[in-house]
C-alpha cells in the first residue's frame, strides 16, 4: 500500500487480516483498519482500496448466504422452541450450556459454532427446545430457525450491540428476551445503570454471566422468563387406577377436552364416552365432564372410551 501507516492499531488490524481463517474474520479486521486507516489527503487511495475490498468480501460473504436454502436437516422443531442469537463470542455455547447441559464446544476462537447446537430445557415439567445458531454475521447463520422460531434470545456482551443484532434478524413473530452477559465483569453501579438503560426500552431483560456458578440466580431466573414466554396450557393425562403421564400435552389456551382427545390421536374424540377430570379447571377431584369442557394450565384428564 502507497501510504505507510504507524497507527498501532491499524497494524495490529492488518495482522488479523492475515491471519483470519475466513472470510467474517477478515471482513471485522477490515473494518477495523478502515477505522484507523489516516484521514489526510494522502491517505485516500489507501482508504479506498481497503473500501473496495472490504465491499469484494461483503459480497463473497452474501453470495454464499444466498447459496443456502432453507434450514439444518435433521432438525425438527419442537412444540416449544427459543432460539439463541448473538455475535461470535458472546457466550452463546456457554449459555445454551447452563440452560440444558448440552455439550458444546466453547472457545475464545471467532464463529467457533459452525452448525445449530440443540439442547432441551425442562422447566416446569415442561420440555423447551433450545437453539444456538451461528454467529449472526457469520456465513452459517441460520435464517430460517429464527424466521419460524417462537422465542429469541439476544445475547450480548454490551448494550449497544442490541440493535446491530436487530438489524440482522429475518422477519418474525417470536417474542424476545434480551440478554447482557459477562454480569461478573461489572460492578453494582454499573449494573444498576444498565437495568435502567433496559428498563427505559421496555425490555423483557437478563444480566447473567455465562461463568458455571456465578449467579445461579440470573440463570434460574432467565429459565422462567424463557418459559413465560410461551401462552400455552400443560394437560396431563392418565389410564385408570395408574399415574398421570409425566410429559404433559402442549395445548392452546381456551383449548377443550374435545381438542385435547383430538390432539392423542384424530378421530379420538368420537371413541370417547366418559371423560373424568382432575386440577384447576374442575369442581372437585374426578369429575365427570363433556367435550366441551374448557380446559386450564395443569388439568389431568382420563379418558373412557368404547
Do not use: C
Request: glycine share 6%; hydrophobic share 35%.
Amino acid at each position: 500500500m502507497p501510504v505507510n501507516v504507524n497507527d498501532p492499531e491499524f497494524v495490529k488490524a492488518e495482522k488479523e487480516y492475515f491471519e483470519a481463517e475466513n472470510s467474517e474474520g477478515r471482513l471485522i479486521a477490515l473494518n477495523k483498519m478502515i477505522s484507523h486507516a489516516p484521514k489526510h489527503k494522502g491517505g485516500e487511495n489507501l482508504r479506498q482500496q481497503l473500501t473496495q475490498r472490504r465491499k469484494k468480501i461483503e459480497g463473497e460473504i452474501d453470495k454464499k448466504k444466498k447459496a443456502k436454502k432453507g434450514t439444518k436437516g435433521g432438525i425438527k422443531k419442537g412444540e416449544l422452541q427459543a432460539v439463541i442469537v448473538g455475535k461470535t463470542n458472546s457466550g452463546k455455547s456457554s449459555l445454551i450450556k447452563l440452560l440444558t447441559n448440552v455439550e458444546t464446544k466453547v472457545s475464545p476462537v471467532p464463529f467457533t459454532t459452525k452448525e445449530p447446537i440443540v439442547g432441551i430445557l425442562n422447566y416446569n415439567e415442561t420440555p423447551i427446545q433450545i437453539i444456538e445458531i451461528p454467529a449472526i454475521e457469520s456465513e452459517e447463520f441460520e435464517r430460517g430457525l429464527v424466521h419460524t422460531s417462537d422465542t429469541i434470545i439476544l445475547l450480548a456482551k454490551k448494550f449497544e450491540e442490541f440493535a446491530e443484532i436487530e438489524k440482522k434478524l429475518p422477519e418474525n413473530f417470536a417474542k424476545k428476551i434480551y440478554v447482557i452477559n459477562k454480569s461478573d465483569l461489572l460492578n453494582s453501579e454499573e449494573k444498576r445503570k444498565l437495568s435502567a438503560k433496559m428498563q427505559s426500552k421496555k425490555y423483557n431483560f437478563e444480566i447473567i454471566s455465562s461463568i458455571p456458578f456465578a449467579n445461579s440466580e440470573q440463570i434460574k431466573e432467565l429459565k422462567k422468563k424463557i418459559f413465560e414466554t410461551f401462552d400455552i396450557l400443560r394437560i396431563f393425562t392418565k389410564e385408570p387406577g395408574k399415574l398421570k403421564k409425566e410429559k404433559p400435552m402442549i395445548m392452546k389456551p381456551r383449548s377443550t377436552v374435545r381438542d385435547a382427545a383430538e390432539k392423542i390421536l384424530k378421530g379420538f374424540s368420537k371413541k370417547v364416552v366418559e371423560t373424568k377430570i382432575w386440577g384447576p379447571s374442575s369442581k372437585f377431584g374426578g369429575q365427570v365432564v363433556g367435550l366441551n369442557h374448557e380446559l386450564k394450565d395443569m388439568d389431568i384428564i382420563e379418558f373412557k372410551t368404547r
